[in-house]
């Protein structure tokens, strides 16, 4: 690990409790803040969270402005539990219908800022099981006390078919495998992240709206990588959440999520020139299904688009917040 990476988690390092939500207050002061959860077919998680949120953290100790669920194409009950929990609803095709719709969390993390207000924007996932408000007021704390940072990413042990025997661990399997060797490869100022994929982030607007998104799973990691170009590695800090348990995808699934990290890896590297002799990565994605007369191929689309920075687009969004 480089040494600006050790001195950087030396300085930028905390952990959930150093933010209890009263101490967060003052420092609050005029800044809004909007907690946005992208969800697709997320009925049986979204209802809990977005009620923890609103009782804790809007009309407990008053840290949250707006809360708002970015319903992603849910064919279940996702959108009317998170609106009966609290939440402002948005369709994510709804939202800028003058733009082609375009699929994938990405989509509805970059449709989210054109319906919020919040200085600051904080992200959940809606399929956390294990959901704690510290989670949000852990986000918050660096970004309320230290106007140098301008991103902070959440880390968190990562259960997975944990049992008595074994402690629960494993999990973050694209993470483990794909997302962290390709950012210790090309990217070693940000081997310090300790869950670069992770859904649990937050931003100042004045960040996020100068930053491209990603439509599909590679958002993550294109943000990661582009604050680092725009902020430098000091304006992001990290903050241990403790544990976080979500519901699995299959492996078949999770390799169309690497494949997506891939091609958001390769596009940020071919900005730079790096990839220039190398053709533009296949988003196709050819698997195997077992089937009776053995190994059947199965052709599955990763492609994904890029959306530009919103400021860009601010005045029309502008015109259409509520
Ligand atoms: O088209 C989509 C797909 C997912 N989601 C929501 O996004 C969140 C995370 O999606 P999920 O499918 O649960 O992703 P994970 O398997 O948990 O993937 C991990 O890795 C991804 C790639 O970096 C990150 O986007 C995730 O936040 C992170 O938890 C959930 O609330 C989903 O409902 C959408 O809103 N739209
Ligand atoms: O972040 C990841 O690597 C994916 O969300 C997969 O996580 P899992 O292995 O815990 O399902």
Request: net charge negative; hydrophobic share 40%; charged share 20%.
């Amino acid at each position: 690990m480089l040494a600006e990476v050790a001195d950087w988690l030396d300085r930028r390092s905390s952990t959930a409790a150093d933010w209890p939500a009263g101490s967060l207050r003052e420092l609050k002061g005029s800044t809004r803040v909007s907690v946005v959860l992208p969800a697709r077919n997320e009925e049986r998680t979204v209802g809990t969270i977005v009620s923890a949120i609103r009782r804790e953290l809007v009309e407990g100790v008053p840290l949250v402005d707006e809360i708002v669920v970015i319903d992603s194409r849910s064919v279940d009950d996702t959108a009317a539990v998170a609106a009966a929990a609290g939440a402002k609803v948005f369709a994510q095709d709804a939202i800028l219908p003058r733009l082609p719709c375009l699929s994938g969390k990405g989509e509805a993390l970059w449709k989210s800022l054109a319906v919020t207000s919040g200085d600051i924007v904080v992200f959940v996932d809606a399929d956390l099981v294990n959901f704690s408000s510290s989670f949000v007021t852990g986000l918050l704390g660096p970004l309320l006390a230290c106007p140098e940072v301008a991103y902070v990413k959440g880390c968190y042990d990562r259960p997975y078919h944990g049992t008595e025997e074994t402690p629960p661990a494993g999990g973050g399997r694209v993470t483990e495998l794909v997302a962290r060797p390709l950012l210790n490869m090309h990217w070693p100022l940000l081997a310090g992240v300790v869950q670069p994929l992770g859904g649990e982030y937050a931003g100042r607007r004045s960040l996020l709206e100068r930053l491209p998104f990603v439509t599909g799973y590679g958002v993550e990691l294109g943000l990661l990588v582009d604050t680092l170009e725009l902020a430098g590695l000091d304006g992001l800090a990290q903050v241990d959440l403790g544990v976080r348990e979500h519901s699995h995808q299959s492996t078949e699934a999770l390799a169309a999520m690497a494949s997506q990290i891939m091609q958001t890896a390769w596009s940020r590297l071919d900005r730079q020139g790096l990839m220039m002799p190398l053709s533009s990565p296949s988003p196709e994605l050819t698997q195997f299904h077992r089937e009776e007369n053995g190994h059947v191929p199965v052709g599955r689309d990763t492609s994904l688009g890029e959306r530009p920075p919103m400021i860009g687009v601010r005045e029309y969004a502008l015109s259409f917040r509520h």
